[in-house]
DNA sequence: TTGCTTTCTTGATCCTGGTCAAAGCTGACC
DNA sequence: GGTCAGCTTTGACCAGGATCAAGAAAGCAA
C-alpha cells in the first residue's frame, strides 16, 4: 500500500528533501518503498561531532530537527564555517567517501539517514534523485558564493545585518512571507559561532550586536532573542542591493 | 558513424567535460550524436563580458579555451570574484532562466555552447549527465568553500600564496606532477583581478607580491610572469594543512 | 621619438577589526 | 543560598590592510 507508506513517511520524515523533492512528487511508489525501507534516524546532542574531516562517511542524510554547521580549519587553528545546516538541508556526498568538512550539531539534531552504497545505487535507477540533488547542490553553490562575497567585501556590521537577515528569513518563512513589519526569532548560534561564520572574533560580533541594539535596528529581550522592529531597516544595513529580487 | 563523430569531437573540442566526461565513457552513441548536433562554439575577447547578472541565458557551455570569471556586486559596488572558469570548467546552469553573476572574459575566450532548452531536454534522457554535472558541481562547492576559508580567515600573505599555488597547480598539472622543485608559469589575472578574487585591494596584492619576491618566495620575471623556485616553500606560506592529502 | 593609456609599485596616513584583559550574566549543580 | 563554568560584554591598545596620492614601467599608436 504505497499510501501508507508515503503516510508514515511524512509523518516520520516531514522536512526530508529526499521525500518531498526528489521522490514523491515524481517517482514511482516502489522507488518510493524502496527509500522507506532503506531510511533510518540518527539523534545527536547539542555539542556533538557527527563527523571529523577525514572520516569514513557511510551514510548520507538530511536534517530533520536541529542545526548543525560545516567547519574547514587551518594549520594553526583558525576556522571557518563553510555551511549551515537546517532542517530540510542535505548532508553527504554521493561518491565520496570520506568527510570534507567537520560536521558539529550546535542544537539537539535528528537526522534521516540512508547508508551511502545502497542510496548511490538507487540513484543509478532514479535520475530523478540526482536530478533534485543537482538542483540542490546548484542552490548550495549559489548560497556559497553569496557567502564569498560577504567573507570578502562587507564590514563587520553589514556581516551582523546578512546574518540575521537570513536567518530571520529562514526561520520565520513559514511564519510570514512579507517584508517589513516586526519580527521575532531565536538566534541558534553563540556568538563564537556567528563569529566563526561571518569571519570575525566573538569580540566584534559583540560589539556589532551592540551597536545594532544601540541604534535601534534590533531589541534584544534574551542574549538569544532577537527582535527586529522594521525588517526593511535591517535589509538596509546588509549592504546587499535590495531591488535583487528579480534575479530569480 | 559514431567514430568519425567522435574524433570530430574531441578535436574541436578536447577540453570540453561534457565530452569526456558525461558522456563518452558512459552512453551510447546516439546519444553522443545528438550533443554533437547541438553544439557550437562562440568566442569573447579580453575584457569583454559574457553575461551580466540578470541577463538572460539561453545557453549553457563549457570553456574550451581563456580564462572568464564570475563576479558578484554589492549596491555601492564593492565587487568579489565568486568563481573562475579555466579549460574544461562548466559554465551555466540548468533550469535557471537567468545568469546569478557577471561573467567576464578576462583573456580572449572561447567556449563550446548548448542552447539551454535542448540541453535539459538532454538531461531528462540522459542520466549520466545529470550525474556528471552533479559530481562537477559538487568539486565546485568543495572550491568554494575552500575559497571560504581563505576569505574569511587567510592573511594577506597567506592569501596570495594560496592563489599562486592553485594558478600553479592548474596551470603545470599537464606538465609535473611532483611538488618540489621549480615551476614557471604566468599569471592570466591583473592584480586588480587578484584582489578581487582575494578581497584585497590591488595595493596590497602589489605590496605582498614584492614581499615574496623579496623573501625569495618568487622570483618575477616580468610583472605577470612568475616563476617558483621551490614549490614546497610556497606551500608554507598558505597556512594550510600541508598533510591533507588524505582525505581525497 | 613623443605622447597617451593602462597597469603596477611605493609611500604616508588612517581606521576597522584583532588582541589582550577584566568583569558581568546566567544557569546548573551542590 | 553558594560556587562554578560557559557565554557575553566592554575597555584599552595595537596592527594589518585600506585609503589617498605620486610616480614608474610597459604597451601602443602616431
Chains 1, 2 share one sequence.
Request: hydrophobic share 40%; charged share 30%; with cysteine.
Amino acid at each position: 500500500m504505497p499510501t501508507t507508506q508515503l503516510e508514515s513517511f511524512q509523518m516520520e520524515c516531514a522536512n526530508c528533501p529526499i521525500r518531498h523533492r526528489a521522490v514523491c512528487a515524481r517517482c514511482e511508489s516502489d522507488e518510493l518503498a524502496r527509500l522507506e525501507e532503506m531510511k533510518f534516524y540518527r539523534s545527536f546532542q547539542a555539542g556533538q561531532t557527527i563527523a571529523w574531516t577525514g572520516d569514513r562517511m557511510d551514510f548520507v542524510a538530511s536534517v530533520v530537527t536541529g542545526i548543525a554547521t560545516l567547519t574547514q580549519t587551518l594549520e594553526d587553528g583558525r576556522t571557518q564555517m563553510v555551511g549551515l545546516l537546517l532542517p530540510s538541508d542535505f548532508m553527504g556526498r554521493p561518491g565520496r567517501e570520506r568527510a570534507a568538512y567537520d560536521v558539529t550539531a550546535t542544537t539537539d539534531v535528528t537526522m534521516c539517514c540512508f547508508r551511502r552504497k545502497p542510496f548511490e545505487e538507487m540513484m543509478e535507477k532514479t535520475p530523478h534523485v540526482s536530478q533534485r540533488l543537482l538542483e540542490m547542490t546548484l542552490d548550495e553553490l549559489d548560497a556559497a558564493r553569496e557567502w564569498m562575497l560577504l567573507l570578502g567585501r562587507k564590514t563587520a556590521r553589514e556581516k551582523i545585518a546578512s546574518l540575521l537577515s537570513i536567518i530571520a528569513r529562514r526561520d520565520a518563512s513559514l511564519k510570514l512571507a512579507k517584508t517589513g513589519g516586526r519580527l521575532e526569532f531565536d538566534l541558534p548560534l553563540t556568538r563564537e559561532a556567528m563569529a566563526d561564520y561571518l569571519g570575525l572574533t566573538l569580540e566584534t560580533v559583540s560589539r556589532q550586536m551592540s551597536a545594532l541594539k544601540r541604534d535601534g535596528v534590533i531589541e534584544l529581550a534574551s542574549k538569544r532573542h532577537i527582535s527586529v522592529p522594521d525588517f526593511d531597516r535591517l535589509l538596509d544595513e546588509t549592504g546587499d542591493d535590495t531591488d535583487g529580487g528579480m534575479l530569480a
